[in-house]
């Protein structure tokens, strides 16, 4: 059971570049969530997901899009990165809320660290 | 103003030292209430949920007052361990459902020395 497992760990992009982060969960979750961390501001949702094939946008989701097409995994694609895009990304997991557990524990991933040149 | 807000600290404190960490939040709908511990360039993970009656873990204690938005964690009995970043967490209701979304706070750096 490894929980949830983010590739890559690390990435430096060119601005202009794309690439896609690839976020999986083996518990079975409903719920997952892509956020972003930056000193001073705290952990912001860009994009989340209640359940397969469907994503729903966050607090700050602008140059981001994400995909749902299988429960377990959960993608976040930059199509053209920028400097501000320079972040530690986070994806989470959690329960659906009525399942007999706190829809709102939420399981986190190692993180990938994404810096943008 | 931020929707959750903490004192960023740092607080150094001495092993055995009590410490005790506050945080706002500015949306009275609020329902469900965390405190989540963080290390340094690592992932978030629950440290305990906060109820409205307050709760106890071990030598964690957290408390909720619904009338002032604030919520507060001590830690009695500071542990070399206990040093890392904790992050205050609310979640917002919005429009009548809420798929545990939750709001963090910026977090309180606490370190604990020998």
Request: include cysteine; proline fraction near 4%.
């Amino acid at each position: 059971n490894a929980g949830v497992t983010q590739t890559p760990k690390f990435r430096v992009l060119k601005t202009g570049q794309s690439m896609t982060l690839l976020c999986a969960q083996d518990m079975n979750h409903e719920y997952m969530y892509w956020y972003r961390q930056d000193p001073g501001m705290g952990l912001r949702l860009i994009h989340y997901s209640v359940g397969e094939g469907t994503t729903a946008k966050g607090e700050v989701p602008d140059g981001y899009n994400v995909s749902r097409l299988k429960k377990q995994n959960f993608l976040l694609g930059l199509e053209s990165a920028a400097p501000s895009q320079t972040s530690v990304y986070f994806c989470a997991s959690s329960y659906k809320a009525g399942q007999g557990a706190n829809a709102y524990e939420q399981y986190f991933g190692p993180g990938t660290r994404l810096t943008v040149t | 103003r931020k929707e959750v807000e903490q004192d960023p600290g740092p607080f150094n404190v001495p092993e055995g030292a009590t410490v005790a960490f506050n945080c706002t939040y500015s949306n009275s709908a609020s329902q469900s209430f965390f405190w989540y511990r963080q290390d340094c360039r690592k992932e978030p993970k629950l440290l305990m949920s906060v109820y409205s009656s307050g709760n106890e873990d071990g030598r964690f204690t957290a408390q909720l007052n619904r009338a002032s938005q604030y919520i507060s964690l001590l830690i009695r009995d500071s542990k070399l361990s206990d040093s890392a970043t904790y992050l205050c967490v609310v979640n917002q209701r919005v429009g009548g459902t809420s798929y545990g979304k939750l709001t963090f706070g910026q977090g309180t750096i606490l370190t604990v020395h020998p």
